[in-house]
């Protein structure tokens, strides 16, 4: 094939997928502006996000792993709009950061629970390889946020490797919608793929970064601490200061 249609088909993609980019945050923005213009307190929008991702967690528990994928990316539009609500309106508090990362938590947990729920299960899915996996990957995604939370009192920023929310969201969702029982499709039922990914890559990620932590200090520790700077002279006493350099009369101590 010419390489000049090669490049062109490339471009062609590349374009198509710039446009899906483009209309979904255009329908995003939309979304922001209504809401600021509204006023709505952007932790309202958080608390709202976690309690979907609840219902999916539940979803996942009673074995409708489709609606629980829908249900998913529902939740985490919440999870994208309360932060540009907040900038928007000018609602950016640390409380806000504080509860937003915290009930991420809880949301992860909530569809890892759910997993789990469904494989311990007496069906014909019941799985307890499954619930081992579910159950790593909710260890996993824990301490990854957990090593980059204390890493970040330490160092500027640690948000290395791979599989960090955004990812694992994806993935959950993957595996939610392609999960179609007593289909032969190669692309069907890929939850169990799905839990290898999270729990392996969770916990690559979560040494990745307690590695790239210790690198960080090591690398701060050995660079050389500037210089201290040179001691300036005393300054002449003023002629009417009094003896011991205690401050002229009249002039107010400040204590």
């Given at each position: 094939?010419?390489?000049?249609?090669?490049?062109?088909?490339?471009g062609?993609k590349?374009?198509?997928?710039?446009?899906?980019?483009?209309?979904?945050?255009?329908?995003?923005?939309?979304?922001?502006?209504?809401?600021?213009?509204?006023?709505?307190?952007?932790?309202?929008?958080?608390?709202?996000?976690?309690?979907?991702?609840?219902?999916?967690?539940?979803?996942?528990?009673?074995?409708?792993?489709?609606?629980?994928?829908?249900?998913?990316?529902?939740?985490?539009?919440?999870?994208?709009?309360?932060?540009?609500?907040a900038?928007?309106?000018?609602?950016v508090?640390?409380?806000?950061?504080?509860?937003?990362?915290?009930?991420?938590?809880?949301?992860?947990?909530?569809?890892?629970?759910?997993?789990?729920?469904?494989?311990?299960?007496?069906?014909?899915?019941?799985?307890?390889?499954?619930?081992?996996?579910?159950?790593?990957?909710?260890?996993?995604s824990?301490?990854?946020?957990?090593?980059s939370?204390?890493?970040?009192?330490?160092?500027?920023?640690?948000?290395?490797?791979?599989?960090?929310?955004?990812?694992?969201?994806?993935l959950?969702?993957?595996?939610a919608?392609?999960t179609?029982?007593?289909?032969?499709?190669?692309?069907?039922?890929?939850?169990?793929?799905?839990?290898?990914i999270?729990?392996?890559?969770?916990?690559?990620?979560?040494?990745?970064?307690?590695?790239?932590?210790?690198?960080?200090?090591?690398?701060?520790?050995?660079?050389?601490?500037p210089?201290?700077?040179?001691?300036?002279?005393?300054?002449a006493?003023?002629?009417?200061?009094?003896?011991?350099?205690?401050?002229?009369?009249?002039?107010?101590?400040?204590?």
């Open positions: 094939r010419p390489a000049g249609v090669h490049t062109e088909e490339k062609r590349s374009l198509f997928g710039a446009s899906i980019g483009r209309g979904a945050q255009r329908v995003i923005n939309a979304m922001v502006r209504w809401l600021a213009y509204g006023r709505i307190n952007p932790n309202v929008l958080t608390v709202i996000g976690v309690s979907i991702n609840v219902l999916s967690g539940l979803l996942f528990g009673l074995g409708y792993f489709f609606w629980a994928g829908v249900i998913l990316i529902v939740a985490n539009l919440f999870d994208m709009l309360d932060g540009q609500v900038r928007r309106t000018g609602q508090t640390r409380f806000g950061g504080f509860l937003d990362s915290t009930l991420d938590r809880v949301s992860d947990m909530a569809a890892f629970v759910g997993l789990m729920t469904f494989y311990a299960r007496d069906t014909e899915l019941h799985s307890t390889l499954n619930v081992l996996l579910a159950g790593l990957a909710l260890v996993g824990v301490l990854v946020s957990y090593a939370a204390r890493a970040e009192s330490l160092i500027p920023k640690c948000d290395v490797g791979f599989l960090r929310r955004p990812e694992r969201v994806v959950l969702i993957i595996g919608l392609s179609h029982p007593g289909s032969e499709s190669l692309f069907a039922n890929r939850m169990p793929a799905v839990l290898w999270l729990c392996v890559g969770s916990f690559w990620t979560f040494a990745y970064r307690v590695y790239h932590t210790w690198k960080e200090l090591n690398r701060t520790a050995e660079e050389p601490s210089a201290p700077a040179a001691a300036l002279p005393e300054p006493a003023e002629p009417d200061a009094a003896p011991g350099g205690a401050p002229p009369k009249g002039a107010g101590a400040s204590n």
